[in-house]
């Protein structure tokens, strides 16, 4: 994970377990993850769902083309998930 990502979620969020199952990473996970090239790219679950498999969630990033929402949680490499808590 990049400096600036990893100083960002260090301070205002709960780490999580890793998990590699839809139930378990749930609504306002926010998952760090590397593209191809090693770049580092942060995306957050919402509340909706894939429609090739229900239980898991779309997420919302932004890779170049605007904010989205797609069924990309598992595409690329996770480095952590965290839940945002309070400060």
Do not use: Y
């Amino acid at each position: 994970m990049c400096p600036i990502l990893r100083s960002i979620l260090s301070g205002a969020v709960l780490p999580c377990p890793s998990a590699k199952t839809p139930p378990t990473i749930g609504l306002g996970i926010s998952s760090p993850r590397l593209l191809p090239g090693n770049l580092s790219h942060i995306a957050i679950v919402s509340s909706n769902r894939s429609t090739v498999v229900p239980t898991r969630g779309l997420v919302i990033h932004n890779i170049g083309g605007g904010a989205r929402e797609e069924d990309t949680l598992f595409a690329f490499r996770q480095t952590g998930h965290f839940r945002f808590g309070p400060i």
